[in-house]
Structure formats: structure tokens, C-alpha cells
């Protein structure tokens, strides 16, 4: 301590507007440098990553190369980069939080090879600004004087090459000091980083947008918009009360118009503005985007406006407003931004024709973002001409009062347009999700397993762990050709009679280290991806495909939780925690196991397991198999009614899946089966996630990671109650007990899709279920309100999901602390652990990024889009389908079609003003004539005097089209041709509904798919049947309620569509 | 304050130091002549002076004297120049009668008030952008400047709470940023703590480490004074011809 305090003190003096402030500022002889070449490693005291030993020359940008060029330091590539103190604190100044993050999340990460010396704080680096130098002047000396000492300090052993903008100083500092060179940023790409093509295309393009702004900021243009409000006076306002801070959601289908900002956390409280807030018109909305954090400021009570109700089409522009809105509701205008979300956006470039017309000057080109929530974006390029048939990435850097438009500049090539491959990368970028694949230094990290040296239970893991391979009978149930087996079963009669439920799960955290380069990898990921045609794994398959998953037949690792049941009433009575070794005798798949359960032995052949063993072993081993699936049926049921009996949901979800044919085109979207084993393993895995949630809650109480599912807004259920008048239902919505009650009586028992659809609106009412860690929240708060529990979290999926490897952790930790042992590791601090939730909860949810969930969704539409758009709607008898209409607008209806899933609209006026009628023939035609809208139906009359009127919930039949767009991506449309329900043909009828013949199909598809799959590498069946498993539901906030029940809570109503 | 790091990734704070480091402490016995005792203080750019009159007979009102022991009557006052924007009043204000009796809770923990019955001791504290600690520190260094017998040095020091690490002696920018902020006033030798404060809420979790770093502050404190008294009394004992 004393020795420490041998500083100089020196005092800096700022010189303010009216005040003099004065502050300390200490030096010290020693600030860890983070190199190698370091002379004094002990009085350095590295700790934190060191810079790689095998550069050539470290390069130290200056404060204006990181202000300006940061997107380019962040290449992989460029090695040896030393981050200056001062660099950076000019950035946290002149370029706000954001950038600064951005600075710091590259130093943090263990991946870039850069780090951070604090020159201001080491002795013989820190100069004094004199008086009347510049601040940029001061900077500049300060680097330069930071990176001679540097290069002094590593013995001049390392040639180091400070990059600046500053003419002046590569003139005053070029040749002062041998071994240290000052060069331009441009000079320097251009002489070490020839090669490096995308760097030098990002520098060109940063270069011109800077001259743009500078000559526009010449030019004086009338403004377009208001100017912001300073940082001060918004948040004195926020505190008083006066204005609002929220974030900005645009509408995306009126994404001139209507945007609503959604009240944050804190000013929600306080006002008592229960609903969003409108903001009507770009000019409201004052040049913010999608996703900012803006301050609103209420517009009087006689400017409010109500949000359309009519549907609208993305292209058409003001043409709905015209039509009665909806009550008034609060209406604002922005009049600050707090924080500023722009990502990377898609964009296409428009076509040759209308470059043209755009005129004078051919540099500045508009381009349409993908998103039709984002502005379009001006950009200054010269290769508009052959970016033309591209998906391209832009990046906004500013937009000014003057300008209509945000200034952006051009970033990378996707691919072409139509192109699957591109339309796949765009809807990766957009949800920001990046892939690239593992490199060679998380690789190294994994264990290796080749037929040359297999992977071998070591002897000191047999010692530690408890062995189940010869006393329990292990098995996994999983969709057919599943490769990441996460969870496996048992279940025995113990010798006092009493059963024993196990359920073990693969051990990941065994393989990944805490802060391993794969576990820094998988943190950024989160989770693995699952697209309509393809997954992005968290870790690599080495691990999820294999060591880490739990076969049939051979021996892994394993965290067991298994409990001891009363026999009879199936009350738990202990439970174990531990490691294990298991080996799964067998590896089923849901159908077998359900036909097992049924007593359809016949499945026996598809099972390899039993091929091999002759009749009288097979019919014991059989026997015994048959018996643990009863068994666990029979508890899984036990333990469901006891959470039904405490208000669990069962909501409704539509589950379709993709079928390719031999030519990987789209065959058929065919709708999933629900089988009763599914809902058994959940159940399972349910209890397992409750018991460790418990178990690491109670261990640490302030540092646990679990998951919350808030109960629901009660406002959010008017829409449902409404629709369940209609049909003569009573829906109480008061607690989930009796939700889940009046759910399941509000059965129409001539239409089931009522009650499917009912089910699906009281989903979209649901808050989205969230991780957090215990400290940052009350205990009340806990609870679970779809699974009925008042404490769960994820610990069943660790192949899949981060927070899963989190929870191990924790459970291990937990374990050696009740035996009084030394925790391994340091665990996450409460803080840490929130920021971790909040991370993985942007990568599975709906907060702005939606990343996991919102590309599945996506990439759902575009195979949707894909089938439909080869299929000529006029011929093709698939095009029609029965559809049930479930919402009612001024203009249309919205409807949901149980064939395929798929909700869409229909306009019952077209854009010439002509409304839909229905002959005695019940066939549809448009003609002249006026729409009115009640509470729950809407009729059209034509001016002839025929009138229709469609209900709510009424069958109609619809043909569906897809609308192809340039810059978005493809949309169904949807058609009514006739208002009487479909009528399917007798031959689609038996093909449709038996389900022998449809499980052929699924034969014939996968058989077809995999051969393709040795062209492709790529294994589609295993996907499709992944994507089958984790694709999610069109409603949005179906999937976070619903994906702890996984692949299985997914529960039809009726097996029978379409009749 | 948004902007402002207050602890780096790296460990440092906005001045330079690390989480549990000091600031620079000068002091310095006997400033004033005329006064029975009298000490000056810097630490950091906290500058305070401290004068100890006593112990004397009480003086106004008698029926304040006490029975049984002394009464330590305390004052403390700013300069009008020391803050931001200018004061005023240099004291009486709500601030410095607070602080005054807050100083005076704490004396009459360490001096042994018992040895002078019916009888006052005055503590004047003077101070720059004063913070309660080198008010402490200060008047210790006065009293036993003074000669009046204590149960052992007083020594104090702030610590607050960012990012989950605990910071000791907190400087003018770092106090502003509207943290918490715990004040403690510590008898090194017997770990006896004459006051402890605490301005905003902090988990009960955090306040141990939030109050080792404290006292553990507070204890180099007492380093740093130790060393000065011993430094003063040599200098007295040179002087005396000793």
C-alpha cells in the first residue's frame, strides 16, 4: 500500500466556460504493457491478454484513426493493435457510448489481438497538455510520446507503426524516432495490408461519405426536421415527468405513418399511460429508427390520433388513411434520441431505370432497406451499376436536420437477389447473427475422438463420478435422426419398492472450460440456430454431435438428477444431484416409442437396437423397455395434472414442416403430429429444470440463473374475450388457473379450429418468458406463469443453449458446496450474470433483435414463399385451402389457414375500390359497391343490392399467391374465392388423413433427401427434422412461452385439417 | 454524470489510481501558535484545518457543563470558495451544523471526556470542498496536538461502491457521481468504530467489502498519521533542546 503511493501528484487544469476545476491525476512507475517482448513481466503484472508474439510490427492508431476507422481495427487480421488511453478516451467523449462499447467489447475479447495501455497513468508517457496547445494537438503528441516509450520499453526489439490523419505530425514525428514510424491510415493498408480487399473497399467507402458530409455541411439546406434536444434538458425532462422515454416501434406495415414507442421500465411507472404511445408521420418521428431509445414528448388531447384499423398494403402510401380510425389514442413527437440502435441493414439497389430517373447526381443513390421498417438510405457510390442484382450491406453513419434521408455508407456484398444463399446470409445480417465458422484455436481446445484414437472414459472421471452404465437402464427418446441427443431417461423399481426417476443430461461443461476460448464462442452465440434448412451450432460437432451427445451404446458423461418416488402416489421423496456415467442402451425415436406405448410391437424392427439379439433376449429386453416407458408415462401424467391443478397452459401452436423432394425443392408443408410420448419427455425435462432451479437458487441466492415468465397484461386479453363472445364464450382471464379453465370449456364441438385459434390469440397476449439472475429480482417475481412453477430454468439442453451450460455450472458449484468443498472457478456475479441474461435473452427473444427466434420465422416464410411460387395459383389445386377468419378490419379480414399455418389477409375491397360479393354459386367476384364494419362481422354490399356478410370464425375458401418483391422478400397473398368452406377432394382427403401414408412420404422424402445429402454435405433430413422440432409458430410470443416445453407442449387440438 | 467510467476495464480510476489506493495525504502539527492545538491536512485537494481550544472551563451558558465529563463542543465551517459555485454562507448552514455534530459524536468517542468533568474542549474545522474524513483526520492530529488524552487516534475515510468493486477515499468527481458513499471513523488499535455513515441504498451484501475496504483505508490512514505525530514530536523535542 505505501509503497504505492510514491506518485507524483500533479494537477491538470481544464479550462471551462466560467469554472476552474481542478484535478488529481496520479502516474506510476509500472502499467501492465501486455506484450511478450515485455523486460520486466513481473513489475508489469500482466494479467489479461497478451498481445500474439508472432507480429511484425505493432501498430498504434491515433485518436482520430479509432474514432473514424474503428469498423476497419476490427478486422480479424490486423494483429498487434496497442489502444492508447488517450485514443480511447477521445472516443468516449466525441463519439459517445456506443463506439466507446464497441472499443471496449474488442478489447475485451479474447479473440482480437489488441489491447489497451493506460499512458496517462505510466509515469514517463503522461505529458502535461501546455498552454494554449489544442486539445487534438495534445492528443496526438500524447500517442506519439506513449509509442517511442513503448518501443523503448519492449528493448526497440519491435518496430512499431503509429497510424494518424494528421499531416502535421507525419511531418514533425515521421523521422524523429528510428523504429517508430507515423504514417496515414490509407498509407498503411496500402503497404502491410495489401491483400486485405474488404478493408481497403470499407476505407474507400468511410473515406467518401466523410467528404459528403463535409460538403453538404457547407451547402445550407431548409431543414426537414427539428433539431434534438440537448442530453441535459431531455433528461430533466424525463425526471419531471414532461416528456417520455421509450423505444421506437415502427409499423411494419405502415412503416410511413405509424410508429409507437414502448414505455421503459422506470417512466412507465409513474405515468399513467397504460398503452404505447403513436407516433404518426416521419416528421414525428424526427429521424429516428427502428429500435432507438427516444424521448417523447405528448402531443395535446385534440391532436391525438388513432391507429388505422384497415389493412394496408407496404407499397401503397397514404391511401388507408382516409378511412375511419380507430379511437384516439396518445399521441407524440420525438424530440430527442438517447440512444441510437443502428446495426447493420440490407439494402438492394434501385433498378437501372430508376437510377436514371434519380438524375444529377448519379453518386447519391437511395437504396431500400430489406426491413420495411427502415427509412430508405442514401449512400454515395460509384459501382451502383454492378451492385444492381446484390443484397447489400449499408451502415448509417448520420442524419441530419437537413436531410430527408440518413447518410450511410456501403459495407459488403451478400449475394445476389432470389438467391438462396444471399436470401439466407440477409436474413442472418439482419437478425445479426453472424456465422463464421470455428476457428483453429477454439478447435485445439476440443477433445479429440477419430477412429485412429478413440475418446476413452478416463480412470480419474470413473473414480469421481457415480456409475450407471451396468445398474440403470438409460434411454433417449428424440425426433427420428436427431445428432445432438442432450437428454437421456431412466426409470427402476428400487429394492424398498419405491421407483426411481433419473434423468440424465450431457455433460458440456466437462469439455468447456469457464472462459475457454469455445465457451467465449458460445457465449457470443448463445444458442444454436436452427433455419428452415440448416442449424448454426454453438459448439462445434465434435462435442454437439458427438462426445458431448448421449448415443445408444456407448459410454459419456452425464449430469444425472434422479428422484425417489413413493410407488404408489409417485410423491417425490429424495432426490440426487450429481455427475454419472451412463450408457443409453437405447436411442428411440418418438413414433416407435409411442407405438411401444400403445402396445404395437411391430416397431421393434425399426429400433437397430434389437437387430441383433436373438427372440428370447429380445422379448425380456423388450419387456423391460416397454415397462419404463409405461412407467414414465404414468409419472409424467401424475406430475402434469398436479401443475394443471396449479393453472398450467396448454396453448396452442401450428407446427408444420417442411418435405423436400429429390431435387430439394419444396414438396409439401405438411402439419406435425403430436404423440403422447412427447408430452411425457417434456413433462420429465420440466420437473428436471424445476429441481435444479430450486437447488441453485437455494445455494445462491443472489447469483442463480433462472427464468421468469411474467403474467400477462389483463388489457391484452380484450381482443380474445371479444372473439369469445362472438362464438358464446366466456374467457377469465384473472389468474392462469383460470385461463387454462375457460380455455379448455370454450370448445366448439362442430368447428375444433375455434378453439385452436382462441388458444393462439391467448397466446399472443403472453409476456415473453426471460432469463435473469436472482439478485436483480424479488423472490414473488420468479414465478413461472405458463408452466404454473414458482421457479424453473434451463438446464436440460447444454448442447444448445448457453444458459443451460450456466446453469451446470451452478449446479455443480452447488453440489461441491453441500459437501463443503472448494468451488472450482469463479461463478458469475450477479451483475455479470444480468448482462449474460440480458445477451442471451436478445439472441432468443423478441427485444429488438428477435435473432434466434425471428430467422426461424423468417426463414420460414421464404420455404414458404419458395413452395408456393412454382405452384401456378390458378391450376394448382394446392393453392386453395380452407381458411378461418379469426380478426376483422374496415377493409378485409385476417385469416388463418390450418392446412399450412399461415395467417395472412384478405382484402374484401381491392385498390380500385371494388368489394368482394358472392353469387348463388358462392363464387366470389368484385364489384362496385361499400363495406360495413361491425364488432364481429363485416358486409359488403355491391351497389346492385347483393350483400354478403362474413363472421367471425366463418369457413371460407381461399386461393394463395405469393407477390414477389424486388427489395423485401416475398409475401403470401391470400384471395377468398368463395365464402362457404373448402371442400377437399376425396383423394387429398385420404391422403391428408392417413397416416400410414403420410408416414411413407416422410419415408420416401427423407430416403430422397439423403442422397442428396451426399452431393450436398449439408443433412437436410437431420435438419428438417430439427427444424421440424425447434421451428416455432407464427405467433410471436408463442415460441418464448413455449420453447421450455420444447418441441412438445406444442399441442394440436385436432389431428384432422381441413374437414 | 452518464459518460463517466468510474472504473476501467483495465482497474483504474478517473485519477489514475487503483481500487483500494489512497490519495496523497500531507499533514502537518501545529500550524497555529495560538491555539492549544492545531493541525493542516491534504488529501488529495481536500485541504482542512483543524484548531482545539481546552480543555477550559465552559464558557456561556454554565448549565450546559457537564457532571461527569467534558463537553466537546464542534464546529465546522467551509471556505466560501471551496466548492463549485460560491457559498454564501461560510457555516451555520444545514451542511455544516450537520457535519459539526457528526464530528462532535465522534470525538466524544476517542477523547476521554471523563478525565476533564465541567469543562469544554473546542474543535474548529476548517475545510476545502471538506469531506467528513479529513475533517477527522485533521482534528485528531489538533486534539493531540493539544495534549488532551484520547483512547487512540481517530482516523477516518469514505469508501463507495462501483461496478461491484469496492473503492476507497473517494475523490470530488467520484462523489458526485451519486454512488453510494459510506463514511467511517475507525480506533485503529481496538477496531472500534466511533461512526460509520451511509448515504444511498447498497445491498446488504456489498457492505462488508464496501466497509473492509474502509477500514482497511482507514488503517493506512493511521499509517500516515502515526508517522506524522512521531515526525512532530521529534521536531518538538529537537526544538525543546532536548
Avoid at chain 1, 491515433?62 to 490486423?78: A, G, M, R
Wanted: proline fraction near 4%; charged fraction near 25%.
Amino acid at each position: 500500500m505505501l509503497q504505492k503511493r510514491e506518485k507524483v501528484l500533479l494537477l491538470r487544469t481544464f479550462q471551462g466556460r466560467t469554472l476552474r476545476i481542478v484535478r488529481e491525476h496520479y502516474l506510476r512507475p509500472c502499467v501492465p504493457c501486455h506484450s511478450p517482448l515485455c523486460p520486466q513481466p513481473a513489475a508489469c503484472s500482466h494479467d489479461g491478454k497478451l498481445l500474439s508474439s508472432d507480429v511484425t510490427h505493432y501498430v498504434i492508431p491515433d485518436w482520430k484513426v479509432v474514432q473514424d476507422y474503428l469498423e476497419i481495427l476490427e478486422f480479424p487480421e490486423l494483429k498487434g493493435i496497442i489502444f492508447m488511453q488517450t485514443a480511447c478516451q477521445a472516443v468516449q467523449h466525441q463519439r459517445g457510448r456506443r463506439q466507446y462499447n464497441k472499443l471496449r467489447n474488442l478489447l475485451k475479447d479474447a479473440r482480437h489481438d489488441c489491447i489497451l495501455f493506460a499512458n496517462e497513468f505510466q509515469q514517463c508517457c503522461y505529458l502535461p497538455r501546455e498552454r494554449g496547445e489544442s486539445m487534438e494537438k495534445w492528443q496526438t503528441r500524447s500517442i506519439y510520446n506513449a509509442a517511442v516509450w513503448y518501443y523503448h520499453h519492449c528493448q526497440d526489439r519491435m518496430p512499431i507503426v503509429m497510424v494518424t490523419e494528421d499531416e502535421e505530425a507525419i511531418q514533425q514525428y515521421g523521422s524523429e524516432t528510428e523504429g517508430v514510424f507515423v504514417i496515414t491510415f490509407k498509407n498503411y493498408l496500402d503497404n502491410f495490408w495489401p491483400d486485405l480487399k474488404a478493408a481497403h473497399e470499407l476505407c474507400d467507402s468511410i473515406l467518401q461519405s466523410r467528404r459528403e458530409r463535409e460538403n453538404e455541411s457547407q451547402e445550407s439546406h431548409g431543414k426537414e426536421y427539428p433539431e434534438h434536444l440537448p442530453l441535459e434538458v431531455l433528461e430533466a425532462g424525463i425526471k419531471s415527468g414532461r416528456y417520455i422515454q421509450g423505444i421506437l416501434n415502427v409499423n411494419k406495415h405502415r412503416a410511413q405513418i405509424e410508429a409507437f414507442v414502448r414505455l421503459q421500465g422506470a417512466s412507465s411507472k409513474d405515468s399513467d399511460l397504460v398503452s404505447d404511445i403513436l407516433i404518426h408521420g416521419m416528421k414525428a418521428r424526427n429521424r429516428s429508427i427502428h429500435g432507438d431509445v427516444v424521448v417523447v414528448e405528448l402531443l395535446p388531447k385534440n391532436e391525438w390520433k388513432g391507429r388505422t384499423v384497415a389493412l394496408c398494403e407496404n407499397d401503397c402510401d397514404d391511401k388507408a388513411s382516409g378511412e375511419s380510425p380507430s379511437e384516439p389514442m396518445p399521441t407524440g413527437r420525438v424530440v430527442g434520441i438517447l440512444q441510437k440502435n443502428w446495426r447493420d441493414y440490407v439494402v438492394t439497389f434501385p433498378s437501372k431505370e430508376e437510377v436514371q430517373s434519380q438524375g444529377k447526381n448519379a453518386q447519391k443513390i437511395l437504396v431500400t432497406p430489406w426491413d420495411y421498417r427502415i427509412p430508405k438510405i442514401r449512400i454515395s457510390t460509384q459501382q451502383a451499376e454492378t451492385l444492381q442484382d446484390f443484397r447489400v450491406v449499408v451502415r448509417i453513419d448520420s442524419w441530419e436536420s437537413t436531410s430527408v434521408y440518413p447518410n450511410g455508407h456501403f459495407v459488403r456484398v451478400l449475394g445476389r437477389i432470389g438467391d438462396l444463399e444471399g436470401e439466407i446470409a440477409t436474413i442472418l445480417v439482419e437478425n445479426s447473427i453472424s456465422v463464421i465458422p470455428f476457428s483453429e484455436a477454439q478447435m485445439c481446445e476440443m477433445p479429440v475422438n477419430t477412429p485412429e484414437s478413440p475418446w476413452k472414459v478416463s480412470p480419474e472421471e470413473e473414480q469421481k463420478r457415480k456409475d450407471l452404465r451396468k445398474s440403470h437402464l438409460v434411454f433417449s427418446i428424440d425426433p427420428k435422426g436427431c445428432e445432438d441427443v442432450d437428454d437421456t431417461l431412466s426409470v427402476r423399481t428400487l429394492n424398498n419398492g419405491n421407483l426411481e426417476l433419473g434423468v440424465h443430461i450431457a455433460d458440456v461443461t466437462h469439455f468447456v472450460a469457464p472462459n475457454s476460448y469455445i465457451d467465449i464462442e458460445a457465449r457470443t452465440r448463445a444458442t444454436t440456430y436452427y433455419l428452415a434448412d440448416r442449424r448454426y451450432d454453438m459448439l462445434p460437432s465434435v462435442l454437439s454431435a458427438d462426445l458431448c451427445s448421449l448415443l445408444g451404446g456407448v459410454d459419456r458423461y452425464a449430469v444425472s438428477i434422479m428422484w425417489e418416488l413413493d410407488k404408489a402416489s409417485y410423491e417425490i421423496k429424495k432426490v440426487w444431484y450429481g455427475r454419472t456415467i451412463i450408457r443409453s442402451a437405447y436411442k428411440l425415436f418418438y413414433e416407435a416409442a409411442q407405438e411401444l406405448l400403445d402396445g404395437n410391437l411391430s416397431v421393434v424392427d425399426d429400433i437397430p437396437e434389437f437387430k441383433d439379439l436373438d427372440e428370447k433376449s429380445r422379448q425380456a429386453k423388450l419387456e423391460e423397455l416397454v415397462w419404463a416407458i409405461g412407467k414414465l408415462t404414468d409419472i409424467a401424467r401424475h406430475v402434469r395434472a398436479k401443475r394443471d391443478g396449479c393453472g398450467a397452459l396448454e396453448l396452442e401452436g401450428v407446427e408444420v414442416c417442411v418435405q423436400l423432394d429429390d431435387k430439394k425443392n419444396i414438396h409439401d408443408l405438411i402439419p406435425k403430429q403430436p404423440l403422447e410420448v412427447h408430452e411425457t419427455v417434456a413433462e420429465c425435462m420440466i420437473l428436471a429444470n424445476h429441481w435444479v432451479a430450486k437447488k441453485i437458487w437455494e445455494s445462491f441466492p443472489h447469483q442463480a440463473l433462472l427464468r421468469q415468465h411474467p403474467p400477462p397484461h389483463q388489457e391484452f386479453f380484450s381482443e380474445l374475450r371479444e372473439c369469445a363472445k362472438a362464438k358464446g364464450f366466456f374467457i377469465d382471464t384473472r389468474s392462469n388457473k383460470t385461463l387454462a379453465d375457460s380455455l379448455d370449456n370454450a370448445n366448439d364441438p362442430h368447428d375444433p379450429i375455434v378453439n385452436r385459434l382462441l388458444r393462439s390469440m391467448a397466446t399472443q397476449a403472453m409476456s415473453n418468458a426471460l432469463y435473469f439472475s436472482t439478485g436483480s429480482c424479488a423472490e414473488e417475481e420468479f414465478h413461472h406463469y405458463g408452466l404454473a412453477l414458482d421457479k424453473y430454468t434451463h438446464f436440460t439442453s447444454p448442447i444448445r443453449r448457453y444458459s443451460d451450460i450456466v446453469v451446470h455450472r451452478l449446479l455443480m458449484a452447488a453440489i461441491s458446496k453441500d459437501k463443503k468443498m472448494e468451488i472450482k472457478g469463479n461463478l458469475f456475479s450477479n451483475k455479470d450474470l444480468e448482462e449474460l441474461c440480458r445477451h442471451i435473452n436478445n439472441r432468443n427473444q423478441l427485444c429488438f433483435l428477435q435473432a434466434a427466434q425471428h430467422s426461424q420465422k423468417q426463414s420460414t416464410e421464404l420455404f414458404q414463399c419458395m413452395y408456393f411460387k412454382d405452384k401456378d395459383p390458378a391450376t394448382e389445386e394446392r393453392c386453395i385451402s380452407d381458411g378461418v377468419i379469426y380478426s376483422i378490419r374496415t377493409n378485409g379480414v385476417l385469416l388463418f389457414i390450418p392446412r399450412f399455418g399461415i395467417k395472412g389477409a384478405a382484402y374484401l375491397k381491392n385498390k380500385d375500390g371494388l368489394v368482394i360479393s358472392c353469387g348463388p354459386d358462392s363464387c366470389s367476384e368484385w364489384k362496385p359497391g361499400s363495406l360495413q364494419r361491425f364488432q364481429n362481422k363485416i358486409t359488403s354490399t355491391t351497389t346492385d343490392g347483393e350483400s354478403v356478410t362474413f363472421h367471425l370464425f366463418d369457413h371460407v375458401t381461399v386461393r394463395i399467391s405469393i407477390q414477389a418483391s424486388r427489395c423485401h422478400s416475398d409475401t403470401i397473398r391470400l384471395e377468398i374465392i368463395s365464402n362457404k368452406p373448402y371442400k377437399i377432394p376425396n383423394t387429398e382427403l385420404i391422403h391428408q388423413s392417413s397416416p400410414l401414408l403420410k408416414s411413407e412420404l416422410v419415408k420416401e422424402v427423407t430416403k430422397s433427401v439423403e442422397e442428396a445429402q451426399l452431393a450436398q454435405e449439408v443433412k437436410v433430413n437431420i435438419i428438417q427434422e430439427e427444424y421440424q422440432e425447434y421451428r416455432q409458430t407464427k405467433g410471436r410470443s408463442l415460441y418464448t412461452l413455449l420453447e421450455e416445453i420444447r418441441d412438445l407442449a406444442l399441442l394440436d387440438v385436432s389431428n384432422n385439417y381441413g374437414i | 454524470m452518464a459518460g463517466l467510467e468510474l472504473l476501467s476495464d483495465q482497474g483504474y480510476r478517473v485519477d489514475g489510481r487503483r481500487a483500494g489506493e489512497l490519495r496523497k495525504i500531507q499533514a502537518r502539527m501545529g500550524v497555529f501558535a495560538q491555539a492549544d492545538g492545531s493541525a493542516y491536512i491534504e488529501q488529495g485537494n481536500t485541504k482542512a484545518l483543524a484548531v482545539v481550544y481546552g480543555p477550559h472551563e465552559i464558557r456561556g451558558s454554565r448549565a450546559r457543563a457537564l457532571p461527569d465529563r467534558a463537553l466537546v463542543n464542534c464546529q465546522y465551517s467551509s471556505a466560501t470558495f471551496s466548492t463549485g459555485e460560491r457559498k454564501r454562507r461560510p457555516h451555520g448552514d444545514r451542511k455544516s451544523c450537520e457535519m459539526g455534530l457528526q464530528l462532535r459524536q465522534t470525538f466524544e468517542a476517542a477523547i476521554l471526556t471523563q478525565l476533564h468533568p465541567r469543562s469544554q474542549i473546542d474543535i474548529y474545522v476548517q475545510a476545502d470542498g471538506g469531506t467528513y474524513a479529513a475533517c477527522v483526520n485533521a482534528a485528531t492530529l489538533a486534539v493531540l496536538d493539544a495534549g488532551i488524552p484520547m483512547r487512540d487516534f481517530v482516523c477516518a475515510c469514505s469508501a463507495g461502491f462501483v461496478d461491484g468493486t469496492a473503492l476507497a477515499d473517494l475523490s470530488h468527481v467520484e462523489e458526485a457521481a451519486g454512488g453510494p458513499q459510506l463514511a467511517l471513523a475507525l480506533l485503529p488499535a481496538s477496531g472500534q468504530i466511533a461512526l460509520l455513515e451511509m448515504d444511498a441504498r447498497l445491498h446488504e451484501d456489498h457492505l462488508e467489502r464496501v466497509l473492509e475496504a474502509a477500514a482497511q483505508a482507514a488503517r493506512d490512514v493511521h499509517t500516515l498519521l502515526d508517522r506524522v505525530v512521531r515526525q512532530h514530536v521529534r521536531e518538538a523535542s529537537i526544538l525543546l533542546g532536548d
